[in-house]
């Protein structure tokens, strides 16, 4: 399945298969984004701060896309090697763990960069392949109804965009240009990241259509959807 | 990446689904980097453990600390030198550089900078 027609900026996009779509629009803006993105993101969500808290202690669990690790794509990765915790470049949709290995897992601001309803469903399914039975999952995406409090709000009517990132130049390399004439007002640049918005309800449908999992509690949460999952026992 | 973590890891080319496991380190550099000692956490890890991976890859880096078999003894008796040994290398031995390869598939796996990197080629997925 491809991206909506509707959200293409040329022709020439249409052709794009879904993984280059995403190399373009979601792995190279987060290489270039990425020092000033992890700059921006220390604050842990509650919600996944409490799930963290309530796991027994020693638990060992995988953050799938751990962003800057701050809660436990390459540039990313080495950002959070460098806060300590055990990091790996990896594909979302074929991760490279033994199944069965963990006894949580969490993918926060993931799922809804996978630009086909079989691409998230895959993700998913990885996921639920690698934490053990009885494990608990936690997954969070982005919702199309934001609050009246968030800065960004979605046409209702379009679950597939592209969200612009404005960076500050002065993140960016040095140009010798810019110095060179006071006159020009140095600008932002803006790099544009796809994303699936998910309604209410729909990131439960997929994980309830896996049949992998049952749900412990789902909500709504700093303009997320969230689900806690818990992967079923199931006799191979 | 602490050994820990390479006792989790698997071959993931498609079509590679035997023999995939454990991942065969070589030209190796590694480095010990104290860490906390949790003895709940091991008596808890241990059975998840792969045991016979475990020690196999430990002596290839010529550590020769960890017995055979594990021992028979109910895991919350197991005596702290034993889990010392295992904190040791489980969670203190951390590979920098190296190559990792499927010994059923040959794929190789690189570690740079103590980060390994699992991405496949476009014909392996």
């Given amino acids: 399945m491809s991206i909506p027609k509707s959200i293409l900026n040329s022709d020439d996009d249409v052709n794009l298969t879904d993984e280059k779509k995403e190399k373009q629009f979601v792995h190279d803006v987060y290489e270039a984004i990425a020092p000033h993105f992890s700059k921006t993101r220390y604050k842990p969500w509650p919600v996944v701060e409490a799930f963290l808290k309530q796991l027994p202690s020693g638990s060992i669990g995988a953050d799938v896309g751990c962003g800057n690790g701050k809660y436990l794509s390459s540039n990313l990765i080495a950002i959070c090697g460098s806060k300590g915790f055990e990091v790996m470049i990896c594909d979302a949709l074929n991760l490279p763990y033994r199944p069965d290995s963990f006894d949580f897992v969490i993918s926060i601001a993931v799922i809804h960069h996978f630009s086909s309803i079989e691409r998230r469903n895959m993700a998913i399914m990885e996921l639920f392949r690698i934490a053990k039975p009885d494990a608990q999952i936690l997954i969070y995406v982005w919702a199309l109804e934001q609050s009246s409090s968030s800065r960004r709000q979605f046409d209702q009517d379009h679950q597939d965009v592209f969200v612009p990132w404005a960076m500050p130049v002065q993140m960016n390399k040095p140009d010798d240009n810019i110095d060179d004439n006071p006159n020009e007002k140095k600008k932002d640049i803006v790099y544009n990241r796809y994303y699936h918005l998910f309604r209410k309800n729909e990131l439960d449908d997929l994980i309830i259509g896996t049949g992998l999992a049952d749900i412990v509690k789902s909500g709504y949460d700093k303009d997320n959807w969230y689900v806690i999952a818990k992967k079923k026992r199931i006799t191979h | ?125």
């Fill in chain 2, 1 to 125: 990446m602490r050994l820990i973590t390479h006792n989790m890891l698997q071959c993931h080319v498609k079509g590679c689904n035997t023999n995939n496991f454990p991942l065969e380190l070589s030209e190796i550099e590694y480095e010990l980097q104290e860490t906390e000692f949790n003895p709940q956490f091991l008596r808890n890890f241990v059975p998840k453990l792969e045991w016979d991976a475990l020690v196999r890859t430990a002596m290839k880096l010529g550590i020769t600390t960890l017995p055979d078999k594990l021992p028979d003894t109910p895991i919350q008796e197991i005596d702290e030198k034993f889990l010392k040994d295992l904190h040791r290398v489980l969670l203190e031995t951390h590979i920098q550089q190296g190559r990792m390869t499927c010994p059923n598939c040959q794929h190789v796996y690189p570690i740079k900078d103590g980060i390994p990197n699992m991405l496949l080629n476009e014909n392996e997925v």
